[in-house]
RNA sequence: GGUUCGGUAGCUCAGCUGGAUAGAGCAUCAGCCUUCUAAGCUGAGGGUCAUUGGUUCGAAUCCAAUCCGAAUCACCA
């Protein structure tokens, strides 16, 4: 149980005995104290003021006397400053959590709870590299994953590629037209790269090919339909939903290069799943449902055969689920794949980790699902997350603007790499050491930039500002633990402490590590990795001032040594955790 | 136009289940390395929390309206 808790029991407790009838959490406000104020735990009495009917500085005065009377292991002070109730738990609180937990490596994780939970992020296209959108739906979804899991829940961490399309015929098509036989290995390319490349090319032709036609006196629509290339990669679709063995073929070619790609830097930034789902093998499903919903005159059909669900009740509009040639549509493969995993693997809930712009898709999607009935509709999650931008605006794939993944973690490599060349602090490390702390900083740095603003809200990515490693950053935080790392190494066996009287910023750090556990309890209820980043920032903020004010090793008792040690310990400890359910390691030197 | 989301310091962001004088980081300025890693610490300046009105003992936080920005409303995925 955590303090707060405890404190709230407390409280309801002396309630009841003091002035009767019942009270519930809701009945007052428990919040921090205040810096500037004496306490440590605050309870706002104004509310209270109304059903007691006395006066917030006679009620604080009593509960106050009452809390420290009744409670002596909880409460050792109070006082009344206006409405605000500051309650100072006892030292002896902190010190035992310090001395229980310091080297819990556990400490703040849940026991299993029974309950699954399918998270599906990523989702590329194979038609083009991954870019900067991508790596923070990446980071995301690989947190919230492992914030579950720490949290209890039994975690399939899936993917589903689309792997099919007019998208990926378009850069076949420019493959034969242009590449000459080229293969990412004969041009030493990254094959992800490589495909992308004629997607580009693909581009550049149709474009080329529409003013052609417009030069001739066609109007620009009408160029855009019949542009040549436009029409081979329709039919290059059509062939490849037909089954054509030589379209088969060289997809399947081209993909495995993208794939290839792919798995370079899904292993470089340390991201994996346990399940793919390609929409080669999902983009029929769902047409069963269909009928069922035709069946149940939850969709009906309009007189060209193709089939609709009104949603104009609900606020949306009118969708189409089935074209009139038979063939699904987007929203149709995705009720089938969400029923699929429903089968398969038997989750209680599905969240989904995508771009705040399907937002209404999956608004779309989720209803569907409820008026279908089926048993997992209301399970269906939408983790919606906003779009990366660049300080100069959003970034377009036309005008060359987009921040591709591979280039950023190199730079950030390099970046990590320079820094720590300057500071000149690890001579004795291995070429080898070497090239791990680089790469353990450069994406600490990256993944934490990405991942300490609220998912919901769009974020901009300013370059100069991501190659950065003071203050609110990931470096910051493995410093921290490097600095720890260095103590511990010199002094290592820590001893029992005995009786030892807190200073306020031993304290300071005693009490954040207690809001660890809820910290990532939180998160998990948010589906929210910056409140882990958040929590570790400030964690390490306190810890660096604790350092620079007291010594650990020269401290003035050996009872004040060993608890620093133990502090200091159970810090370490908790930064590693933290910065796990992140994704990013902790070097024990930098 | 409808729907949804957002607007907090020069910049990037916290805070939003209503509570005390609105917080960080970056940037700027001033200090701190003969003792545990200065990728650090201490301090200063910097704010009409978009605007207006409402609810209340109390509003950045809740409600309404307005202004500004974004996403979306495809027989594309």
Not at 30 to 53: M, Q, R
Not at 140 to 146: I, Q
Not at 300 to 306: A, T
Not at 441 to 463: E, W
Request: net charge negative.
């Amino acid at each position: 149980m955590n303090i707060a808790k405890s404190i709230q029991d407390a409280v309801l407790h002396s309630l009841e005995s003091l002035y009767g009838g019942s009270f519930t959490e809701k009945d007052f406000q428990l919040n921090h104290t205040k810096s500037e104020f004496e306490g440590d735990y605050t309870i706002v009495l104004f509310a209270l003021v109304k059903s007691i009917k006395k006066s917030p500085e006679t009620l604080g005065e009593e509960l106050g006397q009452h809390l420290t009377q009744y409670y002596p292991q909880l409460f050792s002070a109070y006082n009344v400053i206006k409405g605000f109730l500051n309650l100072t738990v006892c030292d002896n609180y902190w010190f035992e959590l310090v001395q229980r937990n310091h080297l819990d490596i556990c400490y703040g994780k849940q026991p299993m709870n029974g309950h699954k939970i399918m998270v599906e992020y990523s989702s590329p296209n194979t038609n083009k590299p991954l870019h900067l959108g991508h790596l923070r739906n990446n980071f995301l979804g690989w947190s919230v994953a492992e914030i579950l899991k720490a949290n209890g829940f039994d975690v399939i961490k899936s993917c589903i590629v689309n792997d099919r399309g007019i998208h990926i015929c378009k850069s076949m098509i420019a493959w034969q037209l242009f590449a000459n036989g080229a293969t990412p290995e004969t041009t030493n390319t990254k094959g992800d790269h490589f495909v992308g490349d004629y997607y580009v090319k693909f581009n550049e032709e149709y474009k080329r090919q529409i003013q052609e036609l417009i030069a001739s006196g066609m109007n620009e629509a009408e160029a855009e339909k019949n542009a040549p290339i436009m029409l081979q990669t329709q039919q290059m679709l059509v062939d490849w939903e037909n089954g054509k063995p030589e379209v088969l073929e060289l997809w399947k070619i081209m993909n495995a290069w993208v794939y290839k790609g792919f798995d370079a830097t899904y292993q470089s930034i340390g991201c994996d799943f346990d399940k793919k789902y390609y929409e080669s093998d999902t983009y029929l499903l769902g047409k069963d449902i269909v009928q069922d919903g035709l069946n149940k005159n939850i969709f009906y059909k309009k007189e060209d055969g193709s089939v609709w669900i009104d949603l104009t009740a609900d606020g949306l509009d009118e969708k189409l689920v089935m074209r009139k040639d038979g063939t699904s549509v987007y929203i149709t493969q995705d009720i089938g794949l969400a029923k699929q995993k429903y089968d398969q693997y038997h989750i209680d809930q599905s969240i989904y980790v995508i771009g705040d712009e399907q937002n209404y898709h999956m608004k779309v999607l989720k209803l569907i699902a409820q008026k279908l009935q089926f048993p997992y509709a209301n399970d269906i999650h939408h983790l919606s997350y906003g779009m990366v931008e660049l300080p100069s605006g959003k970034m377009k794939s036309r005008e060359g603007t987009v921040v591709d993944a591979d280039d950023m973690v190199e730079e950030m490599i390099s970046t990590a790499k320079a820094l720590t060349t300057s500071l000149g602090k690890v001579k004795e490390f291995s070429e080898a050491e070497l090239e791990e702390l680089y790469k353990t900083l450069g994406l600490g740095a990256m993944k934490f930039y990405l991942l300490r603003v609220d998912p919901k809200k769009k974020m901009i990515f300013n370059p100069e500002e991501s190659i950065d490693f003071h203050g609110f950053t990931g470096p910051f935080i493995q410093y921290t633990y490097a600095r720890i790392q260095s103590i511990l190494r010199k002094e290592n066996n820590i001893g029992k402490p005995i009786n030892h009287t807190l200073l306020p910023l031993e304290k300071k750090l005693a009490f954040q590590l207690e809001q660890f556990p809820s910290a990532i309890m939180d998160a998990a209820k948010e589906l929210n990795p910056s409140a882990v980043a958040n929590y570790l920032f400030v964690l390490s903020q306190q810890f660096n001032s604790f350092y620079a004010e007291h010594s650990i090793a020269n401290a003035e008792s050996a009872d004040a040594k060993n608890f620093r040690l133990q502090l200091a310990s159970m810090t370490a400890n908790v930064i590693k955790s933290g910065m796990q359910l992140l994704g990013i390691q902790v070097p024990s030197k930098m």
